[in-house]
């Protein structure tokens, strides 16, 4: 009897990380649909060369790899559809739309009541430069912890058997 546990036929990991990416989908539509209620704002980051994510050069350049927006105070024509949002932001005082299938997020925090969800998306390129998170023409705050003591977290990275 081995202690291994079996490869499962059923895709589990990947289920639950459609599950919870529908979380973020229903969030951000809500959203949409009736602004940020309270205090909640929402830091998001994606995989900037992701198959589907539309964003300019510019932004791609100084974040080759990964980079993390905020919807809070200085957004616009926020637009959720069934596999991806869009929303305009400013960069350095330079208005950029972009589209952002849910597919390449990696995490979604919303920092005014600890909630973080992470996801594993798919390496595009394996030599990518690493960065700093982007900021809005906001105010600064600390980017925030994504994985504390685990209250009001998920962290979805079930690694795959070779």
């Known amino acids: 009897m081995s202690d291994e546990a079996p490869d499962s036929l059923i895709p589990y990991d990947e289920i639950v990380q459609e599950a ?46 990964e980079m993390t927006i905020v919807i809070q105070n200085r957004y616009w024509d926020l637009k959720v559809s069934e596999d991806r949002f869009e929303v305009g932001l400013s960069f350095n005082q330079i208005s950029s739309m972009l589209h952002i299938p849910f597919a390449a997020i990696t995490s979604f925090v919303d920092p005014a009541v600890d909630f973080a969800l992470q996801f594993h998306v798919d390496e595009i390129e394996d030599d990518m430069d690493s960065h700093e998170p982007a900021e809005n023409d ?25």
């Open 20 to 65: 919870l990416r529908a979380v973020v989908s229903r969030v951000l539509s809500e959203a949409e649909t009736n602004g940020l209620p309270g205090e909640h704002h929402f830091y998001i980051t994606f995989k900037t060369r992701a198959p589907g994510v539309d964003i300019p050069q510019h932004l791609i350049e100084k974040f080759p790899d």
């Open 138 to 162: 906001g105010e600064e705050r600390a980017e925030p912890q994504l994985v504390e003591d685990g209250s009001n977290v998920v962290n979805v990275d079930f690694g795959k058997k070779k």
